[in-house]
């Protein structure tokens, strides 16, 4: 089991900054593919960046990409995600999730996803 918590959250205004952090329990963190997804009211949660457990590889969904950078720590057992130029598209619930992975490999897909936390808001008011 790998247990999730998300921290970070809150309301910003458009064209700033915040940074999510998901800090990780239980199993060997480092060898999970990590990833965040988001779900806006009324939408289906949707994929925003994914970091390979070695950290050589991201991606990111089109709309977050040059704007949203995915970094993780395993030391700290820890996966960030900074969003900066927010605007009010990216206001969501943010979740992180865990993947079993080779070292290079991100996962893109909700379904490669065992593990989730609960969610962290952010509201970006225009």
């Known amino acids: 089991q790998v247990q999730l918590v998300e921290f970070g959250g809150g309301l910003v205004q458009a064209g700033g900054s915040l940074r999510l952090s998901c800090a990780a329990s239980?199993?060997?963190?480092?060898?999970?593919?990590l990833g965040w997804f988001r779900q806006a009211p009324g939408k289906e949660r949707e994929f925003v960046a994914s970091?390979?457990?070695?950290?050589?590889?991201?991606a990111y969904a089109d709309s977050v990409k040059g704007r949203f950078t995915i970094s993780r720590d395993n030391a700290k057992n820890t996966v960030y995600l900074q969003m900066n130029s927010l605007n009010a598209e990216d206001t969501a619930i943010y979740y992180c999730?865990?993947?079993?992975?080779?070292?290079?490999?991100?996962?893109?897909?909700?379904?490669?996803?065992?593990?989730w936390g609960q969610g962290t808001q952010v509201t970006v008011s225009s």
């Open positions: 999730a865990a993947g079993l992975a080779g070292s290079s490999t991100v996962l893109l897909h909700r379904v490669q996803y065992v593990y």
């Open positions: 970091i390979s457990w070695s950290g050589a590889n991201t």
């Open positions: 239980g199993r060997t963190f480092s060898t999970y593919a």
